[in-house]
């Protein structure tokens, strides 16, 4: 599974999960913060409030939460359009409460911030703008036009013009900030979960293979011993009846099984190469397992070259490896982005000592963009618009998905990757990834003996 074949789990349907039922419940907190708030302001302070108004705001809203409890059932999702009506009648809803309660003198306006967050975390852009708006003119016409805040003394209780404006100032302010802020990080947050979501996809159908090529072993396995029955006694049957000319039809049948039994035992024998799920089987050289890797890549169009050269020993004393579905899958990732944007050639180059493993993929294209080679590996990166390279593909997004999948999955089995250009000489002058592992994370001997030192587990039934 590559880049190109894996989805974002959510993107702008995200708006849609959200329940009428919390709505709901966050709007009945609301109503009785608000009937706490006129009762306190009205009994305990002596406030003159226009009470049939304060009222009549709450009421609504206590209607609407009825009328929805009732007509919808508890499992109701919203769609955007509902989502945004909602936080707008709200907002309308609060805007005219505090335009009964003394506008922007009321430092209960700070509350106008509570739909904008809400809308910045679950809608799209465009509800966002919408919200902003409102709220924005709400304020503007809440610093302007409002009815009095009176106390029990008659007095007016009214900013100065100039704490007026800063309060109306750093409402607008916070609208902006506040939006743009809970965007970015639940952007962020969701580019993460979906990115992961789609890691695990990919590692799942890479086990999912390893698992079949392992069931296949164990059926080759059990079915050894029928098909030499059947090939043995075949066999017996076919000199037996060769002898005999009047028999030369059965003796072509006889044959024909034979043939057939060598057939079955030779496909299962190709089907099973994977082995059991066993660990003397699941080792692998390493040169075999950078093959496997880089194979599906190798009749693409661009040639790539495998290097396996031991800098620093014997080069025939190459390691023995587990076969795990995270490095085949990784590099083959990397092996991937770097045949996409290479010219012609592609280099593979592996090389080990007795402390460490690693794998350098070379290319010979432009390189990785270098406003971009701090952000490699992040999900979801995407060009600036104006940026144009000479091996661009239509409709390619490289460097975001595919290279965040190989991130996560090579790192998940101990290793560091590097991102970086080449010098700028020679053949292979494009971009280069480095992957390092520790030698212990990967030799097979190293595995095998640490698996020797932990108890056994009980046989269960």
């Known amino acids: 599974m590559t880049q190109s074949s894996i989805r974002p789990l959510g993107g702008p349907k995200r708006a849609n999960w959200i329940r009428l039922r919390t709505m709901i419940l966050l709007r009945w907190v609301a109503i009785g913060g608000q009937l706490a708030a006129i009762t306190v302001a009205q009994r305990f302070y002596g406030m003159q409030l226009e009470l049939g108004l304060c009222y009549f705001a709450v009421g609504v809203s206590i209607i609407f939460n009825l009328v929805?409890?009732?007509?919808?059932?508890?499992?109701?999702?919203?769609?955007?359009?509902?989502?945004?009506?909602?936080?707008?009648?709200?907002?309308?809803?609060?805007?005219?409460?505090?335009?009964?309660?003394?506008?922007?003198?009321?430092?209960?306006?700070?509350?106008?911030?509570?739909?904008?967050?809400?809308?910045?975390?679950?809608?799209?852009?465009?509800?966002?703008?919408?919200?902003?708006?409102?709220?924005?003119?709400?304020?503007?016409?809440?610093?302007?036009?409002?009815?009095?805040?009176?106390?029990?003394?008659?007095?007016?209780?009214?900013?100065?013009?100039?704490?007026?404006?800063?309060?109306?100032?750093?409402?607008?302010?916070?609208?902006?900030?506040?939006?743009?802020?809970?965007?970015r990080v639940t952007s962020e947050i969701h580019s993460m979960g979906d990115a992961l979501a789609a890691t695990q996809m990919a590692l799942a159908r890479e086990q999912k293979l390893t698992d079949l090529g392992g069931v296949v072993a164990a059926a080759a396995h059990e079915l050894g011993t029928p098909l030499a029955t059947i090939k043995l006694t075949s066999t017996e049957l076919l000199n037996e009846l060769s002898s005999d000319p009047a028999q030369a039809d059965l003796a072509e049948d006889a044959?024909?099984?034979?043939?057939?039994?060598?057939?079955?035992?030779?496909?299962?024998?190709?089907?099973?190469?994977?082995?059991?799920?066993?660990?003397?089987?699941?080792?692998?050289?390493?040169?075999?397992?950078?093959?496997?890797?880089?194979e599906p890549h190798m009749d693409r169009?661009?040639?790539?070259?495998?290097?396996?050269?031991?800098?620093?020993?014997?080069?025939?004393?190459?390691?023995?490896?587990?076969?795990?579905?995270?490095?085949?899958?990784?590099?083959?990732?990397l092996v991937q982005n770097a045949v996409d944007f290479a010219r012609q050639e592609v280099l593979v180059e592996t090389n080990w000592t007795d402390s460490e493993i690693s794998v350098r993929i070379i290319d010979d294209g432009p390189g990785f963009p270098s406003h971009v080679i701090g952000r490699i590996g992040d999900p979801f990166m995407r060009r600036h618009p104006g940026e144009r390279t000479g091996t661009d593909r239509a409709?390619?997004?490289?460097?975001?998905?595919?290279?965040?999948?190989?991130?996560?999955?090579?790192e998940r089995t101990g290793a560091r990757l590097r991102f970086a250009n080449g010098a700028g000489q020679g053949r292979f002058a494009g971009a280069v990834v480095e992957v390092i592992w520790p030698r212990a994370k990967l030799d097979a001997q190293d595995q095998m003996a640490e698996l020797a030192r932990q108890p056994n587990r009980p046989i269960t039934i």
Request: contains cysteine; neutral net charge; charged residues 20%.
């Open 255 to 294: 044959a024909l099984i034979s043939e057939q039994a060598d057939r079955c035992r030779d496909i299962l024998r190709d089907m099973g190469r994977a082995g059991k799920d066993d660990m003397h089987i699941k080792q692998t050289p390493l040169e075999a397992l950078i093959r496997e890797a880089a």
């Open 68 to 183: 929805s409890t009732f007509i919808y059932p508890e499992n109701k999702r919203l769609t955007e359009r509902q989502n945004l009506s909602i936080i707008l009648f709200d907002l309308l809803q609060l805007g005219f409460l505090l335009f009964v309660t003394g506008g922007l003198n009321n430092p209960f306006a700070l509350l106008l911030l509570g739909p904008v967050t809400i809308s910045a975390t679950a809608l799209s852009l465009r509800s966002i703008i919408v919200l902003n708006i409102t709220a924005i003119l709400l304020v503007s016409l809440l610093a302007a036009i409002h009815l009095p805040l009176i106390t029990q003394e008659d007095e007016v209780l009214q900013m100065p013009s100039l704490f007026l404006f800063g309060q109306w100032a750093a409402l607008i302010i916070a609208i902006l900030f506040t939006s743009a802020y809970s965007r």
């Open 301 to 333: 169009g661009k040639m790539v070259l495998l290097d396996h050269a031991d800098r620093a020993g014997d080069p025939q004393q190459q390691p023995t490896i587990l076969r795990m579905p995270e490095v085949i899958h990784g590099l083959r990732n």
């Open 395 to 410: 409709g390619y997004e490289g460097m975001g998905l595919g290279l965040f999948i190989a991130k996560t999955l090579l």
